[in-house]
């Protein structure tokens, strides 16, 4: 399988509902993308002007400053010391990662790549880009002989799901049994809501209670996106393994894979700097105590969930059915369809929308619940 041979992108099948959603009177509410929509850190926004003067071509190893930084913010922040700037890379967003890691690894046909049950789908189009084979398993127990890549999403997109340190430790067992290598998608670890996560780190892969001091073949992947507003930027990277992260470099320096050097700069400066990470945390919070007891309330279950930045709901009826109902109420999600064939009466909404959007979704859920009582 190449290029040509993708489906075409499946957002294009909810433009109808964002059509009838446009048409409320109050209009939309869009919850169906988790695209940000709070300012840029003025703190790293001043640190992109000032890197301005960029002439030069950037290292796709990245700056020292850089690389120090996300070292620094493994141990800080997920409680992982010990990183050198040979553990680690920037990448251009995490998306790029996550559909050309199979490519850079050298993956092909007869390969077996395994990915959450409820996924991201960008884990399945580089399977097949390369003509790998995706396999949606969670249980450790069920990943083929031939897996010879394995994603974890940890807190999940569209679910919610965190892995605790035993969970994270049986996957990594797992891999080595079957020889793979283990990639942790762990780009909205700052955003936990239930206990525990709300007062203790969601645990990253290469924490030491994971991998007990061996980070032979496990790579943490991380974005800013989320925790900075940095969508527009594509700022990311990812750490682990020194022979992984040496091969990806060779392999991402050939293909031209280099972050701008602003977006460098600017990336140093939101990793060195935590108040706006708790800030951002705050906004979301609220806005995700005022939407989820008002999509309760509408008769919707919302399942998982404990972290990250969606509430994963269903009403028990197809999510294309439930679209329908939430867009005649001008508010717009994403089906469950989208994340993988198991979960077709899921819906996930997004917690990117302001805080009068997100109150008026609110509203109309609630009047919408009050109808059916």
């Known amino acids: ?14 433009a109808p509902y964002a059509a009838r959603a446009r048409s409320h009177p109050d209009g939309i509410v869009d919850l169906s993308i988790g695209s940000p929509v709070d300012p840029t850190p003025a703190v790293v926004a001043d640190a992109l002007r000032s890197a301005t003067d960029a002439h030069a071509y950037p290292q796709t190893v990245g ?21 050198t700037p040979d553990h680690v ?9 996550v559909a050309l890691l199979p490519l850079l690894l050298g993956l092909g ?6 990915h959450p049950r409820a996924a991201y789908p960008t884990y399945e189009v580089g399977a097949r ?18 897996t010879r890549l394995v994603w974890v999403n940890s807190p999940g997109n569209p679910d919610g799901r965190v892995l605790d340190i035993a969970a994270l430790r049986a996957a990594i067992d797992r891999a080595r049994e079957r020889g793979a290598i283990l990639a942790s998608d762990e780009c909205y670890a700052e955003l936990g809501w239930d206990a525990p996560w709300d007062a203790a780190p969601v645990p990253s892969a290469l924490d030491p209670r994971v991998v007990d001091g061996r980070l032979d073949g496990i790579l943490s ?7 900075s507003n940095l969508a527009g930027y594509r700022a990311a990277f990812l750490a682990g393994d020194p022979a992984l992260v040496a091969r990806l470099l060779t392999a991402r320096k050939h293909l031209g894979l280099m972050l701008p050097l602003p977006v460098q700069a600017a990336m140093a400066a939101a990793l060195e700097d935590d108040a706006h990470v708790a800030a951002q945390k705050e906004l979301y919070r609220d806005r995700r105590d005022v939407l989820r007891p008002a999509v309760e309330s509408a008769g919707f279950r919302v399942d998982a969930s404990e972290a990250g930045l969606y509430l994963w709901a269903t009403e028990g009826r197809d999510a294309w059915e439930s679209l329908g109902r939430l867009a005649d109420l001008g508010i717009l999600a994403g089906p469950g369809h989208f994340y993988g064939i198991h979960f077709p009466q899921h819906i996930r909404l997004s917690l990117t929308a302001t805080d009068e959007r997100i109150a008026a979704a609110a509203a109309r859920l609630r009047a919408a619940g009050d109808g059916r009582r």
């Open 109 to 114: 046909p007869g390969d077996i790549v395994v």
């Open 221 to 227: 992947v991380y974005s800013l996106s989320k925790q």
């Open 89 to 97: 890379l920037p990448t251009v967003g995490s998306k790029e990662l």
């Open 63 to 83: 700056t020292p400053a850089l690389r120090a930084a996300i070292a620094r913010w493994y141990e800080r922040r997920r409680g992982v010391p010990g990183l």
């Open 129 to 146: 880009l390369v003509g790998a084979t995706p396999v949606a398993a969670d249980d450790p127990a069920e990943w083929p002989a031939g």
């Open 1 to 14: 399988m190449g290029v040509a041979d993708l489906a075409d992108y499946p957002w294009d099948a909810v």
